[in-house]
């Protein structure tokens, strides 16, 4: 495991985490690294990029593998407070608020609205073959693309990974038959189970979605609507995804 940007602080710091494995062959990784370094740099947080798997993704989907993040966080020495963990399909506004003021000390996600379709049938086939008895309003489904933790969330990532390798054949034929989400809905019903506290934070902090919405064009009406802008949904995405990113990095930061 290799980690970028990592010194040991004696001082608490807020850390904002993403996973960034063949970040070489992704060109549009860079965009979303640099503006998270521009929040950071604005709000005295330190960047903390994993560009190794934790372990084989045979054996574990890379996605899955962010909830080695206390473990990871153990490793370096690094004295923290709260920890953003964020997908690297994400580029953030340069005036984004704090958010890390407005967490409670709460589990913080956005509310995902992008396909309920899909959402309801992952909901549907995880509570029929893996969590039975349980059951939660869809709207109030949270997207794993933007999760903020901190310390007192170390032993539900612990049973995140022990329910992994619990059920990892279930878990991906599952994904395989019914093509719904790896880790996202999973996490929704453990945070349910185990009674973990949520906040969730407005949609302008994980804009996920943007074509369905209409906001995301020429006129980059997407950037004037929110703080985290989240590239998934959108079709034809081997092109369109780093298309749109660039245009959005230098529309919004220039060559910087």
């Known amino acids: 495991m290799i980690w970028k940007d990592v010194f040991v602080m004696s001082v608490k710091k807020n850390i904002v985490f993403m996973i960034a494995v063949n970040s070489e062959n992704k060109k549009e990784y860079q965009y979303s690294v640099n503006s998270w370094k521009h929040f950071c740099e604005n709000n005295d947080a330190e960047l903390f ?3 190794e798997p934790v372990v084989d993704q045979s054996e574990m989907h890379i996605i899955f593998q962010r909830y080695y993040l206390f473990d990871m966080l153990k490793h370096t020495g690094v004295n923290y407070d709260q920890i953003l963990m964020v997908d690297a399909d994400t580029i953030v506004h340069p ?3 704090n958010f890390f003021n407005m967490t409670d000390n709460k589990y913080c996600m956005v509310h995902d609205d992008g396909s309920y379709d899909w959402i309801l049938r992952g909901m549907e086939h995880y509570k029929k073959h893996l969590f039975h008895d349980e059951w939660f309003d869809f709207w109030e489904y949270g997207n794993g693309g933007f999760q903020i933790v901190n310390k007192t969330h170390e032993e539900f990532f612990k049973k995140m990974i022990d329910l992994h390798f619990q059920n990892r054949e279930l878990i991906y034929n599952l994904v395989d038959q019914f093509g719904i989400g790896r880790d996202q809905t999973i996490l929704n019903f ?3 189970k185990h009674d973990v506290d949520i906040k969730l934070l407005p949609y302008e902090f ?3 979605c943007m074509p369905r919405k209409e ?3 020429e006129d980059m009406l997407h950037t004037k609507m929110g703080h985290v802008m989240h590239f998934n949904g959108i079709p034809d ?3 369109n995804v ?3 990113m660039e245009k959005t990095y230098t529309y919004l930061y220039g060559d910087k």
């Open 49 to 51: 990029l994993l560009d």
């Open 95 to 97: 005036n984004c608020p």
């Open 190 to 192: 453990m945070l349910r």
């Open 206 to 208: 994980n804009m996920t």
């Open 215 to 217: 906001i995301m064009g």
């Open 237 to 239: 995405k081997e092109v």
């Open 242 to 244: 780093p298309l749109w």
